[in-house]
């Protein structure tokens, strides 16, 4: 199967134009390619060539461990909300009233765990609000 044809043909890339840089000027070119995850220096001199804005993007390597102890976090809250859910079904199709109490008390049990994953979360975003909302 055939590749479909552009419907504006000024926007092919149809022409070559080959130009030879210094190997310092080709290692800043990289690292314009790097940060703004363009797929190829080519792509950095075209929207060089072409005035056209590009976007470089960076990297806080100090906000990693926080990332990760977010992310544990909502893992954990979903499990929690899973199971809570699963307890709720049990407690609703239970006829006997011991059993329906031990249900609710279980599910009560887990909303103390989820306040404090809470409790840490507000925490964290609190400390991310101090420090990227500086003035």
């Known amino acids: 199967m055939s590749r479909k044809k552009l419907a504006a043909t000024e926007e ?17 070119l990289e690292q314009l390619k790097q940060k703004s995850y363009s797929p190829s220096v080519a792509e950095v001199c075209r929207k060089i060539l072409g005035n056209q804005k590009i976007k470089l993007y960076e990297q806080d390597v100090s906000m990693n461990p926080v990332m990760e102890e977010l992310a544990g976090i909502r893992r954990e809250l979903k499990a929690i909300g899973v199971n809570i859910n699963q307890v709720t079904r049990k407690f609703n199709g239970a006829k006997d009233e011991n ?5 609710a008390l279980q ?29």
């Open 99 to 103: 059993k329906r109490s031990y249900y």
């Open 12 to 28: 092919l890339l149809s022409h070559n134009i080959i130009i030879r840089v210094t190997e310092t000027m080709f290692k800043k």
């Open 107 to 135: 599910t009560a049990n887990m909303y103390r765990t989820v306040d404090a994953k809470v409790d840490r979360l507000l925490s964290l975003v609190s400390k991310l609000a101090e420090k990227w909302l500086q003035e």
